[in-house]
């Protein structure tokens, strides 16, 4: 139901320096419908008029990366044929805990706009945002093309709104709600899917605590003959895996329940059968609770496996090597650290082919568990045996207890790709644990060697000098994220003065103050955002931020009366819709 | 630095970060605090301290190594990992502790603990001596054994469900994995007055 625009020819303007000027709009809208990426096609609206007006008429999926850059009018103003809507909301700290609850970033004013702006929308692909079960009943009923539902670290909805989308979404194909925080009120929204719907092609509610009634789901997953991705909750035990796969040998993706003793399971062989059946599979992650005796069921689809999640699962570092050794193609790979830097090893030796690895911590609140030399957990010699096995890692993220500056400069010698250098050392401050440096001269390798870095975060005890580093080398560096680090302002004046591709700059507890914020106005309308919390910043030096860039939103979270002067957390973002309309009270726009 | 005033006066009611040597796990692990920017003040005084202090031994002769584990106070959202791994890690941590596989091992004279999965083990020898190697790099001496052998200072000892230490190797292994809480390797006199005890 495209609208199609019209443009008149006009006649007099066929000199050739104007024949780019007659191109008929269709001709090129039909063009710019392979232009996909959202980045190239803000380029294409750039060219010239004609071309922006082509490019809004043509795009189908908007891209907000802050739900409060823009407002939902605008963007109905703007594009008329949307079909597909990705959105994000709270700053990434909210994840832990930095941002209090209800800060914002609801669904609902973008819903009751397209409601009436794109009545045939299909698809909502939403983090970090708050959705309401009215919201979700609201968007079920308003959208009767709705196809595609993922929610991602969102919260505000119970299982109730998940009933309204399975009751009147006909045309579904997607319903995935991973690491959302859901009021879990039962599992009986499964069975709300009709007999009559077979659209769906993939389903993940992994994270659900309650159980959904067994046989609506085996029904649900027979009938649905394109289902290609399933992740199902810890409650579905190794039988009731098994059923289902022998329903859908056709998935590619699988979320396994748990993974442990089950009574009804009648043999191995049978369990080992139904998963050799399925041909298809790419990725495998839940695998709550392994027995290990039951791993060798997996081996017949590790053959194909690219993706292997197993950052729930308490493995050992003999069960894992044994896994890998049928797992060759992989290429991503998550795993806790109770699989040891032998463990890490295994990984070095069997997965040739691997280009991202994430470590998780097992026990990160241990504090009084503290590995030196060796111990549970992963150390700096798995990082490297990693990097010696794998020289296509481009993307890690590595929780330690222990780090060395010569560690990190060997893994960025044996793999300078890396795109992704995320790296957590849980005790803050800590040093080099052999030389008792500062670990600036481990990043200051990364950035010297991996020139094409697009996401560093950063830990371990760090001066400004490591600032330094990357204000010099990091020129393709897009997010940067800090913590406990720095000696003055100059370190956080060095990253906003050297990295000109900066867009997403996010820092707690460090010596950073109004100079050094006030050092990046040139800075904060070309990022997306800022975020600083616990620095020494004052209102004073937000306000004077505020005053001088009227296009940016600085607002400083106040939660209690006692420090007037001091600005606790601030968020600066650039916005076209002006201070946000909808602030709680302990959020203040200056 | 402005507020440095508001910070040290604030330092009196910070129940919150009190260095504790209690028995770990006896708090609720983590409460992630809702709206607490003392919170994270503190979390800054702390780790500022502990910076300065850690940039103070640069360049000074130090052997590199801690000489007593710091009980450190628990900082909001630190390591960063997201609430929703965060809850599946307690869970999990909750049943095996209910459970009785993993525990934690001291050693008196021991700068950290470890941990160890008592499931692993056939028996107390297969214990002993995987707790030998755990605590050798400290050459502290040997460990005894249940034998009680002349001329050795520890005991291996336990906690039991009732919160009694017991020492080790009294009780059928199978009773024994499923009532121990946690391992200490007692040194000197106590060790002593252990072994001698009936």
């Known amino acids: 139901m495209a609208i199609k625009k019209k443009k008149e020819l006009d006649t007099e303007e066929k000199s050739p320096e104007n024949r ?85 970033a609801d669904l609902h004013p973008w819903l009751v706009v397209f409601a009436s702006a794109y009545p045939f929308l299909e698809e909502f692909r939403l983090k970090r945002m708050t959705v309401t079960d009215e919201s979700l009943d609201f968007l079920a009923r308003s959208f009767p093309e709705f196809k595609a539902l993922s929610l991602v670290s969102c919260d505000g909805f119970s299982t109730d709104g998940l009933a309204s989308i399975a009751t009147y979404c006909r045309n579904l194909t997607e319903l995935d709600i991973q690491e959302s925080g859901i009021d879990d009120l039962g599992g009986s929204w499964l069975s709300c899917f009709p007999d009559s719907f077979t659209s769906l092609e993939a389903l993940n509610f992994a994270n659900l605590h309650s159980e959904v009634n067994f046989d609506a789901l085996e029904r649900l997953v027979a009938r649905c003959k394109s289902l290609k991705v399933l992740k199902v909750n810890k409650h579905v035990t190794l039988e009731q ?148 096995g794998c020289p296509n890692l481009h993307y890690v993220l590595y929780f330690c207890r222990q780090m060395t500056n010569a560690a990190v400069a060997t893994v960025v010698r044996n793999c300078p790709n890396f795109t992704h250098f995320r790296l957590c050392i849980m005790n803050m401050c800590q040093p080099d644990y052999l030389t008792n440096e500062p670990m600036d001269e481990a990043f200051g390798s990364v950035v010297k060697t991996c020139s094409k870095l697009q996401r560093l975060a950063v830990s371990g005890l760090l001066t400004d000098r490591a600032f330094e580093y990357i204000g010099t080398y990091a020129k393709n560096l897009e997010t940067l994220s800090v913590a406990f680090a720095g000696s003055s302002d100059r370190g956080m004046q060095c990253v906003l003065e050297g990295c000109p591709k900066l867009r997403k700059l996010e820092i707690r507890d460090c010596p950073f103050g109004n100079a050094a914020l006030l050092s990046g106005l040139e800075r904060y309308e070309s990022m997306r955002s800022l975020w600083m919390s616990a620095c020494n910043l004052t209102m004073n030096g937000c306000q004077l931020l505020a005053r001088k860039m009227p296009r940016l939103n600085v607002e400083v979270i106040k939660e209690d009366e006692s420090d007037d002067m001091h600005a606790e957390k601030v968020y600066v973002y650039r916005s076209v819709a002006g201070p946000r309309r909808d602030a709680p009270p302990f959020v203040l726009t200056l | 630095m402005e507020g440095e005033a508001t910070y040290v006066s604030d330092l009196d009611n910070l129940k919150a970060t009190e260095l504790r040597l209690g028995l770990p796990g006896t708090d609720a692990p983590e409460k992630p605090t809702p709206a607490s920017p003392r919170g994270s003040k503190r979390a800054l005084l702390a780790a500022d301290e502990e910076c300065q202090s850690k940039s103070k031994s640069l360049g000074a002769d130090s052997s590199g190594q801690e000489a007593a584990p710091v009980a450190k106070a628990q900082v909001v959202g630190w390591p960063p990992i997201r609430s929703y791994r965060k809850n599946s890690f307690q869970a999990r941590k909750a049943e095996e502790e209910a459970a009785g596989l993993f525990v934690k091992v001291s050693m008196d004279g021991a700068p950290y603990l470890r941990k160890i999965d008592l499931k692993v083990y056939e028996g107390y020898k297969e214990l002993r001596k995987a707790l030998e190697n755990l605590f050798k790099c400290f050459s502290l001496g040997e460990l005894s054994g249940m034998e009680g052998c002349n001329g050795s200072e520890y005991a291996i000892t336990y906690e039991d469900k009732d919160g009694d230490w017991m020492l080790v190797g009294d009780v059928p292994w199978e009773m024994f994995i499923s009532s121990c809480k946690r391992l200490r390797i007692m040194s000197g006199s106590e060790a002593r007055g252990m072994r001698s005890s009936p």
């Open chain 1, 20 to 104: 780019i000027l007659s191109f008929p709009d269709e001709v090129l809208e039909r063009v710019l419908i392979f232009v996909k990426c959202h980045k190239d096609r803000s380029a294409v609206s750039l060219v010239c008029r004609d071309w922006y007006n082509a490019e809004r008429w043509s795009r189908t999926h908007v891209f907000i990366g802050n739900c409060y850059s823009v407002s939902p009018e605008m963007v109905a103003r703007r594009f008329p044929n949307i079909r597909s809507v990705t959105l994000k909301g709270k700053p990434r700290f909210y994840d832990f805990n930095l941002v209090p609850p209800n800060w914002g």
């Open chain 1, 241 to 388: 895996i098994r059923r289902l796969l022998v329903r859908s040998p056709q998935l590619t993706e699988l979320g396994t329940g748990s993974f442990s003793q089950d009574q009804k399971l009648r043999s191995d062989a049978d369990l080992e059968s139904a998963f050799s059946n399925c041909k298809n599979f790419n990725t495998l992650s839940g695998l709550w609770e392994v027995s290990s005796v039951y791993l060798p069921a997996l081996y017949p689809v590790c053959a194909n496996l690219t993706f292997l999640n197993l950052s729930y699962t308490a493995l050992q570092s003999t069960e894992l090597a044994k896994l890998l050794q049928n797992c060759p193609l992989l290429r991503r790979l998550w795993v806790l650290d109770t699989v040891e830097d032998k463990g890490l090893e295994a990984v070095a030796s069997s997965c040739h082919l691997l280009e991202e690895l994430r470590v998780f911590p097992a026990d990160p609140f241990d504090q009084e568990v503290i590995m030196e030399g060796g111990g549970s957990g992963v150390t700096e010699s798995g990082f490297v045996a990693v990097s010696e």
